[in-house]
């Protein structure tokens, strides 16, 4: 892998990632369940707290955390997702040609993407969040903002990423 491999698939996450979270927070403006995934990795990643009275976890009674160590993780994971695409896991997803005149590359992004949204609903969401089962905990169709947006993730990472030989 040298360097030039690498930074497109950092770029292709960067990229990917802005619209995953644009579209989060953007949802409510066309009716479906606005999440804000920088927030919620901000309380559970540093809402931990030494000080006494206050529960371990991010619970209610945690101190508000601050916004941007969450987006800055939600960034590293989005990278690394594209790296992992972009180095690994596209030679398994069977597109080879255009599905309904879109680049096959664009669909095996998307495919890749409604992987790493199933993944997160069926064990991340439930388990380490505690928010429902494709998060049912935040709106009963939150699960279609996710979709939606971890979709548009994987769309731009199949679009910018390369993909190695």
Not at 23 to 40: C, E, K, Q, T
Not at 74 to 86: D, T, W
Not at 123 to 148: D, N, Q
């Amino acid at each position: 892998m040298d360097i030039e491999f690498f930074a497109m698939s950092a770029f292709a996450g960067l990229m990917g990632t802005y619209a995953l979270l644009s579209l989060a927070n953007w949802a409510d403006s066309i009716g479906m369940p606005r999440l804000d995934f920088s927030r919620a990795m901000a309380n559970c990643t540093f809402a931990r707290t030494f000080d006494k009275g206050v529960a371990p976890g991010a619970g209610v009674e945690a101190p508000n955390t601050p916004y941007w160590p969450g987006m800055a993780v939600i960034m590293v994971n989005g990278i690394f997702f594209a790296l992992l695409y972009s180095s690994w896991t596209h030679q398994y997803i069977p597109v080879d040609s255009a599905v309904f005149g879109i680049a096959p590359n664009i669909v095996k992004g998307a495919i890749w993407g409604v992987v790493l949204w199933f993944v997160s609903g069926v064990f991340y969401v439930p388990f380490y969040l505690r928010e429902g089962f494709m998060l049912t905990g935040i709106h009963p169709w939150a699960w279609l903002t996710s979709l939606k947006v971890h979709g548009a993730y994987g769309m731009m990472v199949g679009w910018i990423a390369p993909v190695a030989a």
